[in-house]
């Protein structure tokens, strides 16, 4: 009969070993990622939202911010030494 503490080790090395495969694969994997600077995107569903964010919904949230002051906090917090 095999007592508590080697089963432990035992799960121990099998749970190492499988982690061990799924780095190796992580490194192995063939695709590597693009820069988002070389990112266009061109099609009407998306184009259509980045351009709605683009023009509608970044200004007025950035309004919203002058608005109510927080602009003001974010140029503190970059410049603390200023205030």
Known sequence: ?????KKIIIGLLGFSLSLHAQVKQAVTYP???V???A???TDAFWGQ???AS????IPLAFSKCQ??????NFVKAAHPSDA
């Open 49 to 51: 939202r980045l351009k």
């Open 67 to 72: 608005e109510t002051g927080r602009y003001d």
């Open 54 to 57: 683009r023009e509608v919904t």
């Open 35 to 37: 820069p988002f600077t």
């Open 1 to 5: 009969m095999i007592s508590n503490t």
């Open 39 to 41: 990112v266009k995107v």
């Open 31 to 33: 695709i590597s990622p």
